[in-house]
Structure formats: structure tokens, C-alpha cells
């Protein structure tokens, strides 16, 4: 079972938790209800809850003229924790728009995206064949959307800045030696292309790799490993057993941690943390898919696991525990399934499922 950095311990000792609630676009507006009707399922197992519902993404941009209205981000601010769902992020540009997730990672300084990746064994007693964790830096690297576009003799030329700096690469290494340290094998992986990008990728190796010799001997039950990014690729998908915990710069692990999902089943069944020192955002990795959006067959599984990646990263993890545990059961018995893993339940079919075994 994935268990949080020992550090993160914010919330634990509060008598209620104000959480900020973002659907935002597609089935987000589907998966986070359900999300929300289990945390308050857990009853003493975690404090009072108090949700505020918020305003942010694609619809509201087409509606508002701002993807992330200032008074979501002012009302985080007031909150202990959040969920967000998905966006709807237009693959063309469109002037004025920029994806309020990117930004609110950014405002929140959310600089890590936890995101564990983990099968469910038929038998309770057995490893899981698939059990791995991607760190994935959330603040840099290509998403800092610095892009240019130009005219030149031989046509359009575009050009975009990618930006790594010791700090991020510092913080998000120390994250992921922190989360090893609570997993059996103990193993980080640098996942990189500094064999080609020999600057940024390079700095982004050569700072995590100094983590442990700053750590006054924290890190030394950890075993540090590396691996050129599209190697770790073909890798994962043959043999997924030799990794533990990943980290990764920004763009790296977001296509990492979408293709380990394939391990799993679906993407329906990923969760996600963006997670600060003292702020802590669950977010299920898939999409908004607008192709099933209203249809009422979204998997609510990937945000019912992040409410509880969420709680575990605040210190509540009686609560953590009991979602994942019902997750886990349903799964296994495999009888109430979305259609994304071969089932023909309804969200309400599968949240009712995870209700029963609460």
C-alpha cells in the first residue's frame, strides 16, 4: 500500500478539514461527486469535512473569459486540501486561454505530482504485480508555456523554452527519497535524457544525485538509480518489476505516468497528488473525455483513490486506509465495473459498490 513522505503530517491534528472542490470540465463533474460522497462516508475516521465548491477550467473560460477565476485560487488558499477533476484544454491556441490546473499548480507552488501506479493482486496476501510510484516535477520544465512563434525566410519557426532549475530538481529529488524511505525496496530511479539534452536534463540528474550527500545520512538505506527516459519506456512496459519510485521532470513523467496505467487496466483507476509542503491537491490522472462525458459511465475510481491520496498525505490515514482497502475489494471481485475495464456498471453502480465495502 503506498504511504505518504513521513514528513507530511499538516493537517493531522485539525478538528475539521475545509475542502476546495474543482470539477472543472467532462466527467470531472461526474468522479468528483462521487470522491466526495465517500470522504464523507469515513464518518470519526477523519475530521469534520467542509466543502467549498469552485470554478475553474475550459467552460468556464468560454463563459467568463479566465480558465481560473481569481477567487478559486483566493478561496484555496483558505482551504486545507482539494479535488480537481479534469480540463478540457484545447489542443489548438486559443488567445487568452491557459490550462487552470498548469496554473494552479503553479500559484499553490504544488512542485510535486505523486502519482503511484498500483494492480490489484487476485489474492489479498499476494505482491501486487505492478507497484510503483512516479515523482514527477510539476513546476518546470517545458510547461512554463515560454513558447514563440516567428517568420522567417523559410517559413513559420516555433520555438519553446524549457526551463529546469537546481531549486525544483533539489525539492522534488528530496520528495522522492522521502516516499522511498517508506517502501519496502527503498529505490529511486532518475528518469532523464541528459545523453542528448546535457544542460537541463543533465542539471536535473546531477542535483538529484547529490540529494543524499546533503541529507547527513537520511538516505542511505535508499539505492539511487538512473535511466535515459526512453529506455525506462520499454522498460516499464516489459519488465515494470524493477522500478520503485520514479521522478522525473514535468513532461517525462506526465507521459510515463499515463503509459504505466496501461500496466493497471485503465486510467480510470490511476490517482494523483499535487502536493506543497502544506497544501495537498488529489487529482485523478485521466482526462475529461467529453466522448462519455453526461453518459453516466465514467470510472469514479482514479478520484476516489486521489481523496484518498489526499487524506494520506495530510496524516489521516485510518481514513486512507479504509478507501483503498474498498477500492481494492471491488476490483478484485471484479462483479461492478465501468466499461473502460470491460464491466457494464454506471459511476453510480461502482461509487455504490465502494459504499458497501466501507
Known sequence: MFRAPIRRMATTARQSLKIGLIPADGIGKEVIPAARTVLEALGSDIPRLEFVPLLAGWEVFIRNGTALPHETVDALRECDGALFGAVSSPSRRVTGYSSPIVALRKELDLYANVRPVVSVAPNPEDKPAVDLVVVRENTECLYVKQEQLSNTENGKEARATRLITERASRRIGKMAFEIALGRPRKQVTIIHKSNVLSVTDGLFRETIRQVPAEANGRYDSVKLE?????????????????????????????????????????????????????????????????????????????????????????????????IDRAVDQVIREGQVLTPDLGGKSSTDDVLNAVLKKL
Open 226 to 322: 538512473e535511466q535515459i527516459v526512453d529506455s525506462a519506456v520499454y522498460r516499464l512496459f516489459r519488465e515494470p518489476q524493477i522500478y520503485d519510485v520514479m521522478v522525473a521532470p514535468n513532461l517525462y513523467g506526465d507521459i510515463i505516468s499515463d503509459a504505466a496505467a496501461a500496466l493497471v487496466g485503465s486510467l480510470g483507476l490511476v490517482p494523483s497528488v499535487n502536493a506543497g509542503d502544506n497544501f495537498f491537491m488529489g487529482e485523478p490522472v485521466h482526462g475529461s473525455a467529453p466522448d462519455i462525458e453526461g453518459k453516466g459511465i465514467a470510472n469514479p475510481l482514479a478520484a476516489i483513490r486521489s481523496a484518498a491520496l489526499m487524506l494520506r498525505f495530510q496524516g489521516h490515514t485510518t481514513g486512507a486506509d479504509r
